[in-house]
């Protein structure tokens, strides 16, 4: 049931509707909170993973939901620290990452919401965002917060999920957060109505590979706390998809066919699994992931407007409307 109302505001968020989707309230759900590292810590479900950073001075969080969660996510720190919820980064603009951003800062008028520019562009062109949602201070390309072990370093870049997506990087613990350019493990919703783009997905991970240092442990944005090695072999993947959709498209293969061809590698069994993964909230297996990321390629190296980022163009799941975000500015494309 569950897996049905997020897949519904997920349809709503690629509609652009992304106030209508945040209003479709959610009732709070228990959650638990599970140790990462020392003084690092992940709350799973209700929408997006929370990750918790203890700093000298207080509590940062990564992402906080879906709304109506705040207490339950405060309840959680509360059973790891008596310090107060300082900061919040959002690595995105989705209603499952910043919904509950409102109770924090109902809590604590002064807090800093922290996020890439191209989310706070999103929440200005959306008039019925939630003010919560509308970041303090944003960031272009790099910014630093703090120091010493309650240093986090912001990364952007460039589309993949959607065209605002931060890398939190918690230098002292080797650790980050990647948001949902990878979650679950599989391949990624790409958005169109927030800029997301296959084609840009894999240039974004490789230059992450390559300007980020010092990390072994990436916490998923829903899901999987996974290492470096796990997002190399992701990235890999996300750039065979690419070149695989390419290559058929110019044999004029189905998208079928091409997923054929994706899984003769034998080290991609693993992103292309068929069965369901445990505690997955929305979306199907591995590999229907994977085959619709196949047919959005083909959709955005056709230069046609992305229809099928929620499922294939006929039968199945209904396709998100085409529409583009509300007064929106950057391309559905990407760059
Ligand atoms: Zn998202």
């Known amino acids: 049931m569950r897996r049905a109302v997020i897949l519904g505001l997920l349809v709503a968020i690629g509609a652009g509707g992304m106030a209508v989707a945040a209003q479709q309230a959610q009732q709070p759900q228990p959650l638990t909170i599970e140790k990462v590292k020392e003084n690092l810590y992940k709350i799973g479900g209700a929408g997006s993973n929370t990750t918790v950073f203890i700093t000298a001075e207080g509590v940062v969080l990564v992402d906080t939901k879906l709304a109506n969660n705040g207490e339950a996510i405060l309840k959680q720190v509360q059973t790891v620290t008596d310090k107060p919820v300082t900061m919040l980064i959002n690595t995105h603009v989705h209603p499952d990452h910043n919904g509950s951003n409102d109770y924090f800062k109902m809590a604590r008028p002064a807090i800093q919401v922290v996020a890439h520019e191209n989310t706070k562009k999103w929440v200005v062109a959306n008039p019925k965002a939630n003010p919560a949602w509308m970041p303090d201070r944003v960031f272009t390309d790099k910014t630093t917060l703090g120091k010493g ?24 613990l080797r650790a980050m957060c990647i948001g949902d350019l990878m979650a679950w493990n599989m391949a990624p919703l790409i958005d169109p109505a927030t800029g997301g783009s296959v084609i840009a997905l894999p240039d ?124 929106a500015s950057p391309s559905p494309q990407g760059k």
């Open 149 to 172: 072990k309650d240093r986090i370093d912001l990364y952007y870049f460039g589309a993949g999920h959607t065209n605002g997506d931060a890398f939190v990087v918690f230098p002292s």
């Open 204 to 327: 974004t991970l490789e230059k992450a590979l390559k300007g980020i240092k010092n990390v072994d442990t990436v916490i998923e944005g829903h899901g999987n706390v996974n290492t470096w090695q796990g997002l190399r072999a992701y990235t890999e993947f996300n750039r065979a998809l690419l070149t695989v959709s390419k290559a058929a498209l110019a044999r004029k293969d189905t998208p079928e066919q091409a997923l054929a061809e994706l899984e003769k590698n034998p080290k991609f069994a693993i992103f292309l699994k068929e069965e369901l993964l445990k505690d997955l909230e929305y979306g199907g297996t591995p590999k229907s992931r994977a085959l619709i990321n196949i047919n959005v390629a083909y959709q955005e190296l056709k230069g046609e407007p992305v229809t099928t980022n929620f499922g294939p163009p006929r039968g199945g799941a209904p396709p998100a409307a085409p529409a583009p975000g509300p007064g």
